[in-house]
């Protein structure tokens, strides 16, 4: 395994940095192409830009709608970075997905499907496509730290575990970002010049929002998600807390509809307190604030029967569910 040194952004020259990476990809691509795909995080929406100011069109850059998003994901990230003069190509592999994701419910299992779903078949084939030998990727520190301890497979680690993109997927991968933690992720995107609104985003999960299912991953259930999560961040957008999420529980609760009896779904909301995701500990929000997101997801959502929120510090909980 290879040891990763550690760029603390606390006293990190970004622009230093921001040149120094810069010729490091123009040195590694040279005249050929590279290919990236952006899914509007901000690991991913900062190394896009960061690879379109050392390679310009020669960086042909993908959003790989996956079905698992955000409401209105793909759309709303394609038309922000068509303002920064960044072509984005939306690319509908839903189906694929969802394929692979079948009738699997062990979370490792369920990340390894989506890692060779992406970069072996969906990837693979924009790689033979587009004719370009690297894929430049926002892979971070944190990221290597958690799949090396075991704590979660990150989809976005291979040779840190040993494993050879090029021998496995046929292409090299560029990490610009690998030595950084997420604070000095968003100080690169502002040193790029990127709107606040892209590197100051909460941290969404490589895996989407099949992070966010527990249990198998089915269109009906990310269908839930979805709604779940666009309340959460609506309610909590003016927190001042590092990440807020909803998640979809696979036991059904005893609820009730009608003044009857009724089995339904139950999500649970985590909302974060952390610097770079190592530790965090749960927001203090308030009850109304949790009442008005519970009362608005069971109102909205009637599969829904029960809110709970997570008030366990990571360790021995984590940030996403799985």
């Known amino acids: 395994m290879i040891k990763m040194k550690e760029i603390k952004a606390s006293n990190m020259n970004v622009e230093k940095f921001i040149d120094d990476k810069v010729r490091a990809i123009r040195e590694a691509v040279g005249d050929g192409l590279a290919i990236n795909a952006l899914s509007g995080g901000v690991d991913s929406s900062v190394v896009t830009a960061l690879g379109h100011r050392a390679l310009g069109d020669r960086l042909k850059t993908y959003f790989i709608d996956n079905g698992i998003m955000r409401e209105g994901e793909p759309a709303k990230v394609a038309a922000a970075f068509k303002k920064l003069g960044i072509k984005v190509e939306v690319l509908d592999a839903s189906k694929a997905f969802f394929a692979a994701l079948k009738g699997l419910t062990d979370p490792e299992e369920k990340r390894e499907a989506i890692t060779q779903t992406f970069y072996k078949n969906v990837f693979g084939k924009l790689v033979v496509k587009s004719k370009a030998n690297y894929l430049l990727q926002g892979t971070i520190l944190t990221d290597v730290d958690e799949t090396v301890a075991g704590i979660k497979r990150q989809h976005n680690v291979f040779e840190q575990l040993g494993i050879d993109p090029q021998k496995a997927f046929g292409y090299k991968i560029l990490e610009p970002l690998i030595e950084l933690r997420k604070d000095g992720v968003r100080k690169v995107g502002a040193g790029l010049g990127l709107p606040a609104g892209m590197f100051d985003r909460i941290p969404f999960p490589g895996p989407a929002l099949a992070a966010r299912v527990i249990g198998e991953v089915t269109p009906a259930k990310i269908a839930l998600v979805k709604k779940a999560t666009a309340i959460t961040e609506a309610a909590l957008k003016n927190v001042k807390a590092f990440q807020y999420l909803a998640i979809l529980h696979e036991d059904r609760v005893t609820g009730m509809r ?40 069971t109102k909205d959502i009637p599969e829904v029967v029960s809110v709970t929120y997570n008030i366990t510090s990571k360790p021995t909980s984590t940030i996403e569910a799985i």
């Open 258 to 297: 009608n003044n009857k009896r009724a089995f339904g779904n139950q999500i649970e909301i985590r909302c974060w307190n952390s610097i770079d995701a190592r530790t965090a500990r749960p927001t203090r929000l308030s009850f109304d604030v949790l009442e008005k997101i519970a009362a608005k997801i």
